[in-house]
């Protein structure tokens, strides 16, 4: 199985800390994915990866960025946090397939106060 | 602009009986098809895939997909309490890696 691990399940930090928030997947995925969900609002595509080091931004990349220099481990950064990104962050992996189904982690719910 | 649209609900059904979710997307360059069930709190979980048009069943869920219709279903027989969650459709295409996410419908089966 496929598996998918969050560093943390709640977090909770404040206005203009940097936070770091770190995926690893142990199936050899080529790509990963960050989201956002909040309610009413859906998944949102913050970034994603499809190689290491390659990057590509989502629907709402500002105020983030993201590393990827080993191929299981995908992390988020909020440069410096605003509680309008209080939020559920969950990562995804998949295989290189285009359009391959997407595999989630446990999700980290992050509190900006 | 890749739409997903579903029905927002909640969706209430008796248990033991049929649900019915709907989702329809505008992009016809779609090519692979996915049901999620999210429960509260958790993180979603992959339930069913398609890519050809037709049914697929596995146990209780049924996934139809009708492309010249540009929509996708998912019908859970037998429907049980353990059932309600909400219930996420996605599509892939040959044009990304991502996949684009409807918001969701949320399923309540009552006893």
């Known amino acids: 199985d496929v598996k998918v691990t969050q560093s943390s399940r709640y977090l909770v930090k404040r206005t203009g800390e940097k936070v770091f928030l770190e995926c690893v997947q142990d199936m050899d995925h080529e790509n990963m994915f960050w989201y956002r969900q909040d309610p009413g609002l859906g998944l949102r595509l913050i970034y994603f990866s499809y190689d290491v080091k390659m990057k590509e931004k989502g629907d709402i990349p500002e105020g983030y960025s993201v590393s990827r220099e080993k191929k299981e481990r995908f992390s988020l950064i909020l440069e410096s946090a605003s509680t309008n990104q209080t939020s559920m962050y969950l990562c995804a992996s998949s295989l290189t397939r285009i359009g391959n189904e997407q595999f989630f982690g446990p999700g980290t719910r992050l509190t900006v106060l | 602009q890749k739409e997903v649209e579903q029905n927002s609900g909640p969706l209430s059904v008796p248990e033991g009986a049929i649900a019915s979710l709907n989702c329809t997307y505008s992009d016809r360059g779609s090519q692979s098809f996915f049901w999620y069930r999210q429960y509260s709190g958790k993180s979603p979980e992959l339930i069913m895939f398609i890519y050809s048009n037709g049914d697929k069943e596995d146990g209780r869920f049924t996934a139809q997909l009708n492309k010249a219709s540009q929509y996708v279903s998912l019908l859970i027989r037998d429907s049980q309490p353990s059932d309600s969650a909400t219930y996420l459709c996605?599509?892939?295409?040959?044009?990304?890696?991502?996949?684009?996410f409807g918001k969701g419908t949320s399923l309540l089966v009552t006893p």
């Open positions: 996605a599509f892939g295409s040959n044009s990304g890696y991502a996949l684009n």
